[in-house]
Structures are given as structure tokens and as C-alpha cells.
């Protein structure tokens, strides 16, 4: 990711952090807990323990290297594994977000995740950011017909998508109700809410 692409993202997750902060706190019998995978040349957590929202807090990253998507599917799939993910619990909300194609093995790192109980019953989401990334790769990610990636085009629109995958998504996905599917592929394991239709660019607002 270019670092103007970056700089959008860091400011996108902490406009974001408030009205996350607030979903959480609505659904107190859902505890919220949040990790952070990034990957360039190679993939690490950034954050690595599983923290509560409302001790969340981000720090920038920044844009360097390739595009090694499928370790940090890999990386994923190690912790979704049981334990230390407990048999009962609700599905954990992925959202993978990328400007370009990836440059390792990514169908390794897919299988690893899938191959995972927890990673098949996952609420998985994807945002591209421009014109550049690989679509089809992040709706193998996605595996839900009803589901399609998101397009960012501009920074208003990434802010738009950031805030619903954080909000409508996460409250979707906390209340405690049983899975419709048990994981089934085509159909998503809990309700995904639509996500908001892009609006324009502001004034000034970079398009990528």
C-alpha cells in the first residue's frame, strides 16, 4: 500500500474507534475482543492479544514491501484454531482490506483458514482500496455469494465502509443468537447488514 493509501487507512480505523467503541458497549453480554494482522514483505501481528474494544486503541502503520496476503491467512488460522478458540462461542468478524494482488501463496493461506472450524463459520469481509486490487481474490476470501467486496475509491468512501464493518457488522455478529447455517458455504453464518452505498468524494478528497 502507497502511503497515501495508508495515511487514509490509520485515519479511516480511528474515525472509526468512537462509534466502535459505542456498538460494544450497547451488547454488554458480548464481550468484544480485537487483533490486528498486517502484511508486506512477510506478515506479523500488529496487534497480537486479543484486546476488549474499549481498551482499543491504534497505532499507525506504516506502507513498505509486497503483498503477502496468504501468510497472514496463515497467520490467522493459527488462532482460530480450539484452543485457544473455546467449541462455543460467536463467529469472529474478518475483514481483510487491500490495494493490490497478492504476491505469496494465497490459496495456501485460504485453505489454512478454511480448513479451521472457527475460519469456515468466520463472518469474512473484504475492502479494496482502488482500482488495483484484485477483486476475485478477496471474494475467494469473502466465500459467500450473497457477500461482495467492497470498493474504495476515495478516503470518504473507505471511512464509510471502516465504520459499518465496526459497527452494523460487529453488532450483527455479536448478538447472541444461534449461527442460520452452521458454516455452510453460499450463505453467510449470521445476518450481514447492507453496507452503505458510496457517497461522493469531499472537496480535496484524494481518488485513487
Keep these: 500500500m502507497e502511503g497515501t493509501k495508508i495515511g487514509r487507512l490509520n485515519f479511516a480505523?480511528?474515525?472509526?474507534?468512537?462509534?466502535?467503541?459505542?456498538?460494544?458497549s450497547d451488547n454488554p453480554n458480548a464481550e468484544v475482543l480485537v487483533r490486528v494482522v498486517t502484511f508486506s514483505t512477510g506478515a506479523r501481528w500488529h496487534v497480537a492479544q486479543p484486546t476488549p474494544v474499549e481498551q482499543f486503541s491504534w497505532s499507525d502503520i506504516a506502507a513498505d514491501g509486497v503483498t503477502d496476503m496468504g501468510k497472514?491467512?496463515?497467520?490467522?488460522a493459527e488462532q482460530l484454531r480450539m484452543p485457544p478458540m473455546e467449541p462455543r462461542a460467536l463467529p469472529p468478524v474478518l475483514v481483510l482490506v487491500s490495494d493490490g494482488y497478492p504476491t505469496d501463496d494465497f490459496e495456501t493461506g485460504l485453505r489454512d483458514l478454511m480448513n479451521e472450524p472457527w475460519g469456515k463459520r468466520a463472518v469474512r469481509l473484504a475492502i479494496g482500496m482502488g482500482e488495483d486490487?484484485?477483486?476475485?481474490?478477496?471474494?475467494?476470501?469473502?466465500?459467500?455469494?450473497?457477500?461482495?467486496?467492497?470498493?474504495?475509491?476515495?478516503?470518504?468512501?473507505?471511512?464509510?465502509?471502516?465504520r459499518w464493518v465496526s459497527t452494523a457488522v460487529l453488532k450483527s455478529a455479536s448478538m447472541p443468537v444461534a449461527p442460520s447455517n452452521d458454516g455452510q458455504p453460499g450463505r453467510p453464518p449470521v445476518p450481514v447488514p447492507p453496507p452503505p452505498q458510496p457517497?461522493?468524494?469531499?472537496p480535496g478528497d484524494d481518488v485513487w
Design 199 to 202: 457517497g461522493p468524494p469531499n
Design 72 to 76: 497472514a491467512l496463515s497467520l490467522v
Design 13 to 24: 480505523i480511528k474515525e472509526a474507534l468512537p462509534a466502535m467503541k459505542d456498538t460494544a
Design 133 to 162: 486490487t484484485d477483486l476475485a481474490v478477496l471474494s475467494k476470501f469473502i466465500g459467500h455469494q450473497e457477500i461482495k467486496p467492497l470498493e474504495a475509491n476515495n478516503a470518504h468512501t473507505l471511512v464509510q465502509f471502516i
